[in-house]
């Protein structure tokens, strides 16, 4: 059982603790280890991640065969292909680890039958699907309206633990950039 997972869904759902155990044996512990995949592309994505430990990217692979990240989770964050997930069909992302992870993990059908025994539930995954949308539209902004240094300055404040965790390379893809770009604008940060 995942104690951080049992605190969080506490937190935003406001589920008893006779309730909560039984929530949480829905769910399946899975451990990664660094660069371990979840999904690759053309695999359906058949379960939700909320991260115990560690973190995880998305990414896809460009035309031009390199992987952009679109995002990233860190503890306490959930992450999926929600197209895939949601339809139950192929995946265009992969999955990652970018370190050693702890994920809890639960397939489309468990979620499914969690929500009719317990629709409070309803409320923890539409909070969680909320909190997810504004950061894709935070993001989606700071593409169209800043330039690479900005968004970098934009992310690091915003989120400094990514920042602090994530490789440069990982970084660079996030951001749309390249790493020796990204070194340029941490090193003018510093001067």
């Not at 990240?69 to 680890?97: C, G, H, K, V």
């Not at 690479?148 to 404040?157: A, D, G, K, Q």
Request: contains cysteine; aromatic residues 14%; hydrophobic residues 35%.
């Amino acid at each position: 059982m995942s104690l951080v997972l049992q605190q969080h869904i506490q937190k935003f759902a406001g589920i008893g603790e006779s309730d909560i155990n039984e929530i949480v044996s829905f769910f399946d512990k899975t451990e990664l280890k660094k660069k371990q995949n979840l999904l690759t592309e053309g695999n359906i994505c058949r379960h939700s991640y909320f991260v115990s430990k560690g973190l995880l990217r998305m990414f896809f692979v460009n035309d031009r065969g390199i992987e952009q990240t679109t995002q990233f989770a860190l503890e306490n964050w959930w992450m999926a292909d929600y197209t895939s997930f949601q339809r139950q069909e192929p995946s265009e992302y992969y999955i990652q680890a970018v370190e050693r992870t702890e994920v809890m993990a639960i397939s489309y059908d468990k979620q499914e039958a969690l929500l009719r025994q317990y629709p409070a539930m309803e409320k923890y995954f539409r909070v969680m699907h909320q909190r997810a949308h504004a950061a894709a539209q935070f993001r989606i902004k700071i593409l169209y309206s800043l330039s690479r240094e900005e968004m970098y300055h934009s992310f690091s404040s915003k989120y400094p633990g990514f920042v602090q965790r994530i490789p440069q390379y990982l970084l660079a893809s996030f951001l749309g950039c390249t790493p020796e770009y990204l070194s340029e604008i941490r090193a003018k940060r510093k001067s």
